[in-house]
C-alpha cells in the first residue's frame, strides 16, 4: 500500500504501512473483508490519517467535540501498540457500547527462522510454551488447521489486555495463524483479537478469511 494516493470525497486517504515492521522481499497480497478498516501505520502519515478517519467515519462518536478527541486518542494509542509490536498491517472493527469504543483487530506479520519451518515442531512449541504474563493458559488451544490449498498452526486463547485509551485490563480472545508461504524459511503471522468474547467465533473467521487469501511472488499480482 501506498500512502499519499488521490483520494475521492468522502473516502479515507490510502493507508500506509510501517516500513520499520520486518517484512520479506517478495511481493504478497491479502484480502481484508468489508467492514473492516486497514489502519494507516505509516508513523508520517497516520496522525493525520487518524483525524480524517474519526470525522468522516464517526468511528466509535456521536461527533461531539469532546468524543472526537476521545476516539482519536483511542485510535492513535492502538496504532501506536501496533507499531511498537513491529505490525505491518492492521485492521479493525469499531464500535460504543456505553462510553467506551470497543471492537475488534486483525494483524499481520512476518517471521523469519534461520531454517526451514516445521508445522508440526511449530506447534508443539506453542502449546507446550510457558503462559505469557497475561495469558489465560487455561484456554490455549494449538492445531494444525487448512488455510486456502495449505496447512497453517492455528493457537486460540484468552490473555488480559489494557483497553485502548485508559488503564483499565480486560479479557480477550485471541486468534493466531502461523501462515507458511513459498520461502521455507518465512512465516506470515495473522492475529485476530476482541474484548468482546461473543464475537470470539466471528473474529477466528475473519482471521482464517485472511490467512487463506494470502498470496506471495506471481500469484500476489
Same mark, same amino acid.
Given at each position: 500500500?501506498?500512502?499519499?494516493?488521490?483520494?475521492?470525497?468522502?473516502?479515507?486517504?490510502?493507508?500506509?504501512?510501517?516500513?520499520?515492521?520486518?517484512?520479506?522481499?517478495?511481493?504478497?497480497?491479502? &484480502?481484508?473483508? *468489508?467492514?473492516?478498516?486497514?489502519? &494507516?501505520?505509516?508513523?508520517?502519515? $497516520?496522525?493525520?490519517?487518524?483525524?480524517?478517519?474519526?470525522?468522516?467515519?464517526?468511528?466509535?462518536?456521536?461527533? %461531539?467535540?469532546?468524543?472526537?478527541?476521545?476516539?482519536?486518542?483511542?485510535?492513535?494509542?492502538?496504532?501506536?501498540?501496533? !507499531?511498537?509490536?513491529?505490525?505491518?498491517?492492521?485492521?479493525?472493527?469499531?464500535?460504543?457500547? +456505553?462510553?467506551?469504543?470497543? +471492537?475488534?483487530?486483525?494483524?499481520?506479520?512476518?517471521?523469519?527462522?534461520? $531454517? $526451514?519451518?516445521?508445522?508440526?515442531?511449530?506447534?508443539?512449541?506453542?502449546?507446550? @510454551?510457558?503462559?505469557?504474563?497475561?495469558?489465560?493458559?487455561?484456554?490455549?488451544?494449538?492445531?494444525?488447521?487448512?488455510?486456502?490449498?495449505?496447512?497453517?498452526?492455528?493457537?486460540?486463547?484468552?490473555? !488480559?489486555?489494557?483497553?485502548?485509551? $485508559?488503564? %483499565?485490563?480486560? *479479557?480477550?480472545?485471541?486468534?493466531?495463524?502461523?501462515?507458511?508461504?513459498? &520461502?521455507?524459511?518465512?512465516?506470515?503471522?495473522?492475529?485476530?483479537?476482541? +474484548?468482546?468474547?461473543?464475537?470470539? &467465533?466471528?473474529?477466528? *473467521?475473519? @482471521?482464517?478469511?485472511?490467512?487463506?487469501?494470502?498470496?506471495?511472488?506471481?500469484? @500476489?499480482?
Amino acid at each position: 500500500m501506498t500512502a499519499g494516493a488521490a483520494v475521492v470525497p468522502g473516502q479515507l486517504p490510502v493507508p500506509g504501512i510501517d516500513r520499520r515492521a520486518v517484512r520479506p522481499l517478495f511481493g504478497f497480497s491479502i &484480502d481484508i473483508p *468489508e467492514p473492516w478498516i486497514v489502519l &494507516d501505520l505509516d508513523p508520517r502519515t $497516520s496522525a493525520r490519517w487518524v483525524r480524517q478517519l474519526v470525522r468522516r467515519r464517526g468511528i466509535g462518536t456521536r461527533r %461531539t467535540a469532546r468524543e472526537a478527541w476521545a476516539a482519536t486518542a483511542v485510535v492513535r494509542d492502538v496504532i501506536a501498540a501496533l !507499531q511498537a509490536q513491529g505490525v505491518l498491517l492492521a485492521a479493525i472493527l469499531a464500535g460504543r457500547m +456505553g462510553e467506551e469504543v470497543v +471492537g475488534a483487530s486483525i494483524t499481520l506479520g512476518w517471521e523469519r527462522s534461520p $531454517s $526451514s519451518v516445521n508445522l508440526d515442531a511449530l506447534g508443539l512449541s506453542l502449546a507446550r @510454551a510457558s503462559p505469557g504474563a497475561d495469558e489465560l493458559v487455561q484456554h490455549r488451544r494449538v492445531d494444525l488447521v487448512a488455510v486456502s490449498d495449505r496447512e497453517a498452526v492455528r493457537m486460540r486463547g484468552r490473555e !488480559q489486555a489494557r483497553v485502548p485509551g $485508559s488503564t %483499565t485490563r480486560r *479479557e480477550v480472545v485471541l486468534h493466531q495463524l502461523f501462515v507458511p508461504v513459498d &520461502d521455507p524459511t518465512w512465516l506470515a503471522v495473522v492475529t485476530a483479537t476482541t +474484548g468482546l468474547l461473543q464475537l470470539g &467465533d466471528v473474529v477466528g *473467521e475473519a @482471521a482464517l478469511h485472511v490467512a487463506g487469501s494470502l498470496r506471495t511472488g506471481n500469484a @500476489a499480482g
